[in-house]
Each structure stands twice: as structure tokens, then as C-alpha cells.
């Protein structure tokens, strides 16, 4: 009876160790239309608009931004969203209609071609942001500026600016990936940084070579979930239960 006891007491210890210890395996985030990509839903067809991607029981919503705002100036405002056949792509509101931009072949990539285009990821729960591939359409300029955050689950970004982005909860201030020319798709480091939002967009301010590109995929990793206290307890209690049965036995 003292070793089941003890036995089951290892199994649950281990059981319980596993759960405390384990993080879940990294999700790519696939955004172009491949056989493989992330199954998603768009939510509306303007300016303002949500693509929302699964997968299994993950949730991440992508919208478009742009400071095209004039008041403050340079402030962002809503800019259409979309998942083209290279990845997400956007229309800010200084592009003409959306279908101009859409058919334009370069606009709806995200640019800072006088104005700067961002997407912004958003989480259900806090994700370390592993990696980010971007796809141009054409030989362009391939840098990026983005931004990791800890930010509410509704936060808006109207009449925000770069300046101000650390009071919505952007911890990590803007963060730059300088990268050549080219038209092959790139993978870039976002470093691990642990958050539930991630803001992309061109490099900010564009430096006189123009940066265009589509987001093709975006990898990250859950962040480990501590075993519920209680959980310890009862298994600290269990061994107490156990220890002292022994004993008793031993004594008998």
C-alpha cells in the first residue's frame, strides 16, 4: 500500500511538474494564400476594417493603420486591411479609393512612401514574437520599424503618433531592422519579446530609399502558464498524507 501510495505521488509530482514547466510549441502565422495558410474571416470592406486569423484555439486580429491624420498631424488613423496572394497588404486613406490601391499592383503593399503604413497584431494572450516574414512585390528596400506591447484587448490607435505609442503600452519603443534591396522574402528576428500586441509597418522615418513590402507570416510562442497554487498545495498536502501513512506502517 506505502509504494501505490508513493507511486502515484511520483506520477502526480511529475504530472504536475510537466504542467508547470511546459510552454506550448511555436504557431506560424501564415497570411499568404497558400495550401497552408492560417484559416481567417475579414471583417468589413473599409477603412477600419479587422482580419481575424485561427489557429486551433488561438485567436490573432490584424487591422491597418497609417499617420495620415491631421489632427494631430501625422496622427494614425483606420486604413484597409487585406491577405493578398503574397500576404497582408494595406491602403491608407492618401491612396485613392480602395480598389485603385487594391489594383494599383505596389500601393496596397505597406510602404513609407509619404505616408507610413502599419498593421498591427493583436493577441489573445501574451505571445514572444519570434520571427516575421516579409514579401515585396518587386526589387524594394526591405527595412522595418515595429513595436512590441503589452496594450489593452480593445486598444484603438486613432489619433496616436510614433511619440506616443509607449502610452498605449508599447514597452520596447520603436525597434528597426535594417535590410538590403531586394525582392525575395526575408525572415526577420523580432528578438523573443514577450507581449500581445505587435505593431509593423516601413521604416520609420523612411530614409530616401523606399521600403515596400507584404507580412507572410508571423511565428510566435504561448508563454508558460504557471500551475495554479492550489495545485501545489494539495500535491505538497498529498505528500504529507503519504510520508506520514509510511511511517505509521514502518512503526507497525
Not at 506591447?149 to 519603443?173: E, K, M, P, W, Y
Not at 508558460?224 to 509510511?246: C, D, K
Request: proline share 3%.
Amino acid at each position: 500500500m506505502v509504494y501505490c501510495m508513493r507511486n502515484r505521488f511520483r506520477i502526480l509530482s511529475a504530472a504536475l511538474l510537466v504542467l508547470g514547466c511546459q510552454a506550448a510549441s511555436a504557431s506560424t502565422w501564415i497570411f499568404a494564400s497558400t495550401p497552408d495558410s492560417s484559416y481567417y474571416v475579414t471583417s468589413g470592406s473599409s477603412y477600419g476594417n479587422r482580419v481575424t486569423f485561427s489557429e486551433g484555439t488561438e485567436k490573432l486580429l490584424t487591422t491597418g493603420w497609417s499617420d495620415t491624420a491631421d489632427a494631430p498631424v501625422h496622427g494614425f488613423e483606420t486604413a484597409f486591411i487585406r491577405r493578398f496572394s503574397t500576404g497582408l497588404g494595406v491602403c491608407n486613406r492618401e491612396e485613392g479609393a480602395i480598389n485603385d490601391c487594391i489594383s494599383g499592383g505596389l500601393d496596397h503593399q505597406v510602404d513609407n512612401i509619404s505616408q507610413q503604413d502599419l498593421v498591427l497584431f493583436l493577441f489573445d494572450s501574451p505571445q514572444a514574437m519570434q520571427s516575421l516574414v516579409i514579401d515585396p512585390y518587386g526589387i524594394w528596400d526591405r527595412d522595418i520599424s515595429y513595436w512590441i506591447g503589452n496594450v489593452s484587448s480593445t486598444v484603438d490607435l486613432s489619433g496616436a503618433t510614433f511619440a506616443t505609442l509607449g502610452s498605449l503600452g508599447f514597452f520596447s519603443g520603436q525597434l528597426d531592422s535594417l535590410n538590403s534591396a531586394g525582392e525575395a522574402a526575408l525572415t526577420i528576428s523580432l528578438g523573443g519579446l514577450v507581449g500581445n500586441a505587435l505593431l509593423v509597418g516601413a521604416l520609420n522615418p523612411a530614409d530616401g530609399t523606399p521600403d515596400r513590402f507584404k507580412i507572410r507570416s508571423l511565428t510566435t510562442t504561448m508563454t508558460v502558464v504557471p500551475v495554479p497554487s492550489a495545485a501545489w498545495l494539495f500535491l505538497s498536502a498529498l505528500g504529507a498524507v503519504t510520508g506520514t501513512f509510511g511511517r505509521r506502517r514502518q512503526l507497525a
